[in-house]
């Protein structure tokens, strides 16, 4: 589960526990607070799947396996292995820039 599919779930999740808290007791008050201690519930939820998740059978295999970087990729951009363009690409860019202008 990647963050965005979590944050998608959590707002949904809190709009119809609100929604429906809201509902069934007519309290705007009762409502933000069911769907606080909802979000709490949620937040404690995740924390727990996160510790299984790392501390699994077989996660300390996937951490062996980490896929080499790309050339270019942000990794080499961030360790500094290679400069952001090399000379040969800034040419191919111009003459690129300059097909296109045409």
Avoid: C, H
């Amino acid at each position: 589960m990647n963050v965005l599919q979590f944050l998608v779930g959590m707002l949904t999740m809190s709009f119809i526990v609100a929604i429906s808290t809201y509902w069934a007791t007519g309290s705007i008050w009762k409502a933000t607070g069911g769907t606080v201690i909802a979000l709490i519930v949620l937040q404690i939820g995740y924390f727990a799947y996160l510790l299984w998740a790392a501390n699994r059978p077989g996660a300390e295999a996937a951490e062996d396996a980490t896929p080499r970087a790309l050339p270019g990729s942000a990794m080499e951009l961030v360790s500094g292995s290679r400069a952001f363009f090399q000379p040969s690409e800034i040419t191919w860019r111009r003459r690129n820039a300059a097909k296109t202008n045409r």
